[in-house]
């Protein structure tokens, strides 16, 4: 997406159909790997988070 918006971000920008469809196709990719994030979040990691809290266990805190 930096590469597009680099292209389409000039002085004399000319969006062009084809930077038009790479947009839509990076948005495709991002919708799955989105998808695949909040799974994570919402299954694995908040899962991981209750028992951590029933445990009761302090936070981990590593002073310099």
Known sequence: MI???GYVDQAD???TDG???RLQ???NEWQRFKTERDAIIDG???KY???F???DLPALIIED
């Open 3 to 5: 590469n597009l918006a």
């Open 13 to 15: 920008p000319k969006v």
């Open 19 to 21: 930077a038009k469809e």
């Open 25 to 27: 196709d990076l948005l």
């Open 44 to 46: 694995e990691m908040s």
């Open 49 to 51: 988070n209750r028992k």
């Open 53 to 55: 809290k029933a445990l």
